[in-house]
């Protein structure tokens, strides 16, 4: 079965600084979309960032990047210059490969907390 | 473009009571719309899939008499709690996609807190 694994429950980043989010993935078909979403305490979901098994490049949009290693079934999400409103709870998640209604399978996610 | 409406946003009600929450595609749509639950501190949890003009189709150990789930139109769901009781209480989120492109993603509504007392 597919699965999605955040082992950060929690991290600090000061503001203007750099951030790494982890998350590992598992799935043994080689087919799959994995995205990030951001949870404000209001507690919609926004989309941020996709990247998908079969691209060659690292997706990027705006201040967020994706580290993919392929190999390591990881896709760790990067936010530059962080700024007082990334302060959330950010998701990583693939999609279920071959099923039908293209279902999301979360992680448990990540609490991010940027301070002046 | 591709915006979720989730309504109401917030709800309290007695114990017994059915509470219906509507998810709508404002500007493109949705075949398919996914319904979750999140405790508190929690991730979401996917509920059921509902597909327009047919039966949604619910995960493991969801109760589909308790969370009646309804389709009618190609931007509308509707998800109905059922003889709501305090454990029911949660924070449920609805999401649609724009299509079934690999890379499309779900687009969320603004979700709905249900307390009942």
């Known amino acids: 079965a597919q699965k999605i694994t955040q082992t950060q429950p929690g991290m600090f980043v000061q503001e203007k600084e750099a951030v790494t989010l982890d998350c590992t993935y598992d799935?043994?078909?080689?087919?799959?979309?994995l995205f990030w979403y951001k949870q404000p305490s209001s507690g919609e979901m926004i989309f941020l960032i996709y990247?998908?098994?079969?691209?060659?490049q690292n997706a990027t949009e705006g201040r967020y990047s994706l580290n993919f290693q392929k190999a390591r079934k990881s896709a760790n999400l990067v936010i530059s210059a962080s700024q007082l409103g990334d302060s959330a709870m950010y998701f990583c998640a693939m999609r279920q490969p071959n099923t039908g209604f293209q279902k999301l399978v979360f992680g448990t996610g990540t609490r991010l907390l940027v301070s002046p | 473009g591709a915006v979720v409406s989730q309504h109401p946003s917030w709800v309290i009600c007695k114990s017994g009571t059915s509470v219906k929450i509507e998810c709508r595609s404002l500007d493109f749509q949705a075949t398919t719309m996914f319904w979750y639950r999140q405790f508190p501190k929690q991730s979401l949890m996917l509920m059921a899939t509902?597909?327009?003009?047919?039966?949604?189709?619910?995960e493991q150990g969801v109760e589909k008499d308790k969370f009646l789930i309804n389709h009618a139109s190609l931007t509308l769901s509707t998800l109905t709690v059922t003889s709501a009781h305090p454990e029911d209480s949660s924070f449920y989120i609805c999401?649609?996609?724009?299509?079934?492109?690999?890379?499309?993603?779900?687009?969320f509504g603004d979700g709905t807190r249900l307390s009942i007392l």
């Open positions: 799935t043994s078909d080689p087919s799959y979309g």
């Open positions: 990247q998908g098994s079969y691209d060659q």
């Open positions: 999401s649609a996609s724009s299509g079934d492109e690999e890379n499309q993603p779900q687009h």
């Open positions: 509902s597909n327009e003009g047919s039966k949604a189709t619910y």
